[in-house]
């Protein structure tokens, strides 16, 4: 790790900088959010490249549900002013669809990014409610009940509920959107079928069948171009699948200890294909966040499964 946290420092983003120290080495929470704040606009949303494959600087939902995951990391709370101005920004914005923020912007042609943010019409359908269901689910998490924010998250979540249950098949990106709103709000099972009027168990159910069949499980092929990994969905032993899917998450996290670089950090497996210079940067950044986040999986798994198969891993 000494060697990762070398190269992150040096070269890494200074909120993943701050956001490594929260996780690993008790930084604080403020930290994270002061650098996290320089990606804030005035209406309260994000922008200016949080999301390192696109760099429009004005608000989206998708640089705004990225920065709502990080501070679902620290622990944030609704009381924080960055909080309240994410809140504001989402019951400020109008929905292209009922329950549906606009995930790409005709603005991010207008600046450099990746193929897949290419605005073009009708471009929503590929999408769906990626990211909505999962601001749906920050908005409720962090508003009081019965104000804006909670009703407007409670109407937008039963409108992607109720395209759930309907999916025959799903993006593996709108899945994993799925699954972490279903997750944040997993103590409220009453208060979800009394305001959706769906299960909470019934869309986790068919989340996780959406889960079962997106992932990749032929190991020996994931170094080879942009694959689905066990852990983009299981993130730690606690997780409800961990048991049925354990061997391929132990060869998911071998695989993942053997494909960092001399430098301790990892490649990307992607690239856009178009403005050379501009994604040279994208990809530091990427490579940044990836050892943020591949890390903090690793704790997780090191901390709390202690079995014989676990055990002989780590001690390798």
């Known amino acids: 790790m000494e060697k990762t946290r070398t190269w992150l420092m040096r070269y890494g983003r200074p909120l993943e900088a701050a956001r490594w120290e929260f996780l690993?080495?008790?930084?604080?929470?403020?930290?994270?959010?002061?650098?996290?704040?320089?990606?804030?606009?005035e209406d309260g949303g994000f922008g200016h490249g949080l999301e390192p494959d696109f760099w429009l600087p004005g608000s989206s939902s998708t640089a705004t549900v990225t920065a709502g995951q990080i501070l679902l990391e620290i622990g944030?709370?609704?009381?924080?002013?960055?909080v309240q101005r994410l809140v504001s920004y989402l019951t400020d914005t109008p929905q292209i669809q009922p329950g549906i923020w606009a995930t790409v912007l005709p603005e991010n042609n207008l600046y450099p990014h990746a193929?897949?943010?290419h605005w073009e019409e009708g471009v929503q359908k590929s999408?769906?409610?990626?990211?909505?269901?999962?601001l749906a689910a920050m908005l409720i998490h962090w508003s009081a009940e019965g104000s804006p924010g909670a009703d407007l998250g409670w109407e937008s979540l039963g409108r992607a509920v109720a395209r759930l249950l309907e999916a025959g098949e799903m993006d593996r990106h709108e899945v994993q959107s799925y699954r972490r709103s279903l997750t944040l709000l997993s103590s409220r099972r009453a208060q979800f079928e009394d305001r959706t009027g769906y299960s909470l168990s019934e869309a986790e159910a068919k989340v996780d069948t959406l889960v079962l069949a997106a992932i990749d499980r032929d190991a020996a092929s994931w170094g080879d171009g942009y694959k689905t990994l066990p852990m983009e969905f299981i993130q730690s032993p606690a997780d409800p699948l961990y048991p049925e899917l354990k061997d391929l998450v132990l060869q998911n996290l071998r695989f993942y200890l053997d494909q960092r670089n001399a430098e301790g950090v990892w490649n990307i497996s992607w690239s856009w294909g178009q403005y050379p210079a501009e994604f040279a940067v994208a990809s530091r950044y990427w490579q940044g966040i990836l050892a943020v986040e591949r890390y903090k999986i690793l704790k997780s798994f090191k901390g709390e499964c202690h079995d014989q198969s676990m055990a002989s891993l780590w001690a390798e």
């Open 76 to 82: 944030a709370s609704p009381g924080d002013g960055i």
């Open 127 to 134: 999408w769906m409610f990626n990211p909505s269901v999962e």
């Open 115 to 117: 193929p897949w943010w």
């Open 24 to 41: 690993f080495e008790e930084g604080s929470k403020e930290r994270v959010i002061r650098h996290l704040e320089a990606f804030q606009n």
